[in-house]
């Protein structure tokens, strides 16, 4: 089962694919995640893109991708979130894989920006936490794993605008295309509320 993630930044995608990709037992691969554990030359130069809020060159995103779904523990499937990003992803990954299902999350921008700007995250686990709506226990301390936890660098007022920019205009019109597979959810619930109606949506 290979399923795609799509939604606006602040939709909850990632802590939702996290979710069903453990129930699931297959692996769950953000593009943004693979991106923020690179190291030396590589990673200032996606970095500069990154903290910008702009968007990676699609053939370094899909070399990087095709690498991590080529691996052993992919065999079964995989949730991916952040990638596509645009249509010509979209085509890319085409001609790599076959994708069975594609979860849509909704949200309003408003609410988007609302919930980015109080996100922190842990960099060693991946949990996202909401300083408003979901906070950790311990200020700053992840619940999961007590690492430190830390603001992302793309998630300040310009990076955010831009990046719900190109959600509208260069990601959400690959939704069309897979128009026979796709379920939408609103994002506007509880996490569990949402999650339960994925996993009816994908029954
Ligand atoms: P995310 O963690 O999904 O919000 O991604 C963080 C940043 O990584 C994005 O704003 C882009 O700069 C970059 N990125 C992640 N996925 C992709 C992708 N599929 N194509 C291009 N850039 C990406």
Redesign the pocket.
């Known amino acids: 089962m290979n399923i795609i993630f799509i939604g606006p930044?602040g939709s909850g995608k990632g802590t939702q694919a996290k979710i069903l990709a453990e129930e699931l037992k297959i692996p769950h691969i953000?593009?943004?995640?693979l991106?923020r554990g690179l190291a030396g030359e590589l990673k200032n130069e996606v970095d500069s893109?990154?903290n910008q809020?702009?968007?990676?060159p699609d053939e370094l995103?899909t070399k990087i991708l095709k690498e991590r779904i080529s691996k052993q523990d992919c065999k079964n499937g995989y949730i991916l979130d952040?990638?596509?990003?645009n249509l010509n992803?979209a085509g890319l990954l085409e001609k790599i894989t076959k994708i069975n299902k594609v979860v849509e999350i909704t949200l309003d921008d408003k609410l988007a920006i609302q919930r980015i700007s109080s996100r922190i995250s842990c960099k060693k686990c991946g949990t996202v936490y909401n300083l408003v709506t979901n906070p950790p226990k311990r200020k700053e301390i992840c619940d999961n794993c007590q690492t430190e936890l830390y603001r992302r660098a793309?998630d300040n007022p310009d990076a955010i605008k831009k990046?719900l920019e190109t959600y509208h205009n260069e990601t959400s019109p690959i939704l069309q295309k897979y128009k026979s597979v796709l379920v939408s959810v609103n994002g506007d619930q509880e996490i569990d509320k949402i999650a339960e109606e994925i996993r009816e949506k994908l029954r």
């Open positions: 930044q953000s593009t943004g995640d991106f893109y990154i809020g702009s968007l990676v995103t952040g990638f596509p990003r992803q793309d990046r």
